[in-house]
């Protein structure tokens, strides 16, 4: 007989399978590399001599072999512009294009692809409503509501777009443990208010916002809400309806896609309001000397040849995620984050940054080791070849707010293992030493 | 990167502090590290000769002890020496090689130093700062 307790441990392990880490790995080429010799010319060298370890993946995550083959089956076989060819090769190029953005939509729960623009990044596709929907609609009085933990991505975007139309910029703040104050957020959005633009999972923190929370307190004011999901897409499951986003971007690099993409989600009704940002071709339907009629969406926002190789591997990328499973990415990252965080709370000369270990967070770990500047000890730990990152991390502002100039943050992703954790903290001890 | 050398200077800053009656004092800021420096330089009777340097600030070990060794290094050059020294001179004296995004820090003092004589000598106009960050 089953027990009601087997039967919850059956199902929630069924729920949250562990990865098969040494399988994974298999499948990203560049995790073999040794590094450490020549960097001039990129690409590994035979002096290269330690095995890499890869803790930069909130900056950028690596590439399975699909994803590389998917670019390359492109323009060995097929490449070509899309929409506007008549020959085979534009069209297979384009329906594999136009399915790449059905592929983003179903993916993020999204209406269909007329919701789905493809954009260079997510700075892109915040600049985008910046510059389209922003400088048509904001004036003297209105307000954006952003966070202090907003990425430089929209807190300077906003701040210059409000510069130009004369509207204030306003920051939820932060508690001491790195989330949002939302007292502080009732207290600020309002009938003045216009557009509230935060960040879904800061890369700095790793506090998961609630978006929808936040949505629901924007709407009351006929406020639209703008989420950054550029850490939380690749690392768990998103769906925009439930968040209640009017728009939501994401970036391509940071979820086993290729550089030079990005998603801008935004509701088909919006979309239909707003006037392009770019001109130029594909995004028109009709030109003559004197004006121009704009083509249907999500074409109307996509001017110019757009990144057609990055878009079809995006959606293999996308696949290949989905098939391995959010949730269980998202366990896998936070554990590793968790087991991280164990370790590192044994030295009391490390400062962890962030909602406390345990609590919802995301697989980034933003840390400072006293005495030793986090420049210094990501030089000291790439001796060891273990790559992390150190600096503001786009969030000068944020750390401002923590009392440091920099910070030193090692990030996980689903190929990442407990011993290369361990080798984190070992470089971080070799620092220790050598600083001592 | 770190040779014991650097952490000695890191350590144990030499010229460390504020020179009682300087010729000419600047300050200067590596906003990515969030280094800071100023330094203070003195100038003997000809108006040329570097007789006394001195830096204080805080940063990063790569931006202090760059700083500490170029200090040392200008005492007896004259302000055409200092205009002569490049990059090169101070990772030179660093005696490592220096990452391509840290060269920012090792050259700050250095930059720090150049663009306070050249404002001395009314060559330059008065700056707030010197910020290494281009």
Known sequence: MFTLEALFSVMSTQRTEALDVERLREDFPILDREVGGDIETPGASPEDDTPLVYLDNGATSQTPERVIDAISTYYREYNSNVHRGVHHLSQEASIAYEAAHERLADFIGANGAEEIVFTKNTTEAMNLIAYSWGLEELGPGDEVVLTEMEHHASLVTWQQIAKKTGADVRYIAIDDEGRLDMDHARELIGEDTEMVSVVHISNVLGTINPIAELADLAHAYDSYVFADGAQAVPNRPVDVGELGADFYAFSGHKMCGPTGIGVLYGREELFEAIDPFLFGGEMIRKVDFEDATWNELPWK?????????????????????DEIGMEAIQRHETDLADYAMTELEEFDDIEIYGPPRGEDRSGVVSFNLEGVHAHDLASIM??????IRAGDHCTQPLHEKLGTAASARASFYLYNTKEEVDT???AIDSARQLFA | MY???????????????????????HVGENPMCGDALRVDIKLADDD?????????????AISQAAASMFSGELRGKTLEDLDAMDRDDVIDLLGVDISPVRVKCAVLAEKIAQDGASIYRGEKEEMEKTTTEE
């Open chain 1, 301 to 321: 926002f996509e001017a110019g040849t757009p990144p057609i190789a990055e878009g079809i591997a995006l959606a293999e990328a996308t696949d290949y995620i």
């Open chain 1, 382 to 387: 790439n001796d060891d070849a273990v790559a």
């Open chain 1, 424 to 426: 984190l903290v070992e």
């Open chain 2, 3 to 25: 040779r014991q050398q650097i952490l000695d200077h890191y350590k144990n800053p030499r010229n460390y502090g504020e020179l009682d009656d300087p010729s000419f004092t």
């Open chain 2, 48 to 60: 040329e000769t570097i007789e006394g340097v001195s830096f204080k600030g805080d940063g990063c």
